[in-house]
């Protein structure tokens, strides 16, 4: 089974760092507010990053490395990954759920706040 490790951007412009093994539902459980406390109240939510690991220990790592990363790391990692067109937008992502959950993927186009940790 895939773990896939991801940050999303809350409506406040902080990121949010976790792992699933079905991107799809647990956006949906972000969106509709059955996700983690974090995110509740800070919708909407866009997919900033996402990478996928083999198993669960190796996602709950990452995700502890991502976690303790400065808020200007987490933005440089976001950079980095390769640029793909995804549902005929630009997009981040390795595997976007954009179109289903958040409308057309806007990754690319709306900047983070880099002064917010």
Not at 29 to 54: C, F, I, N
Request: glycine fraction near 6%; charge should be positive.
């Amino acid at each position: 089974m895939k773990w896939i490790v991801y940050i999303l951007e809350c409506s406040d412009h902080s990121l949010y760092t976790g792992i699933t093994n079905d991107l799809e539902r647990r956006l949906e459980e972000h969106r509709t507010g059955r996700g983690a406390k974090y995110t509740k109240h800070r919708s909407p939510l866009r997919v900033r990053y996402a990478e996928h690991r083999r198993t669960k220990s190796a996602a709950l790592t990452r995700e502890a490395a991502i976690k303790s990363l400065a808020r200007s790391e987490k933005l440089a990692l976001i950079a980095a990954q390769p640029t793909t067109k995804l549902h005929g937008y630009p997009c981040r992502l390795l595997s976007c759920v954009g179109s289903k959950i958040q409308g057309p993927c806007s990754h690319t186009t709306n900047r983070i706040n880099p002064e917010r940790r």
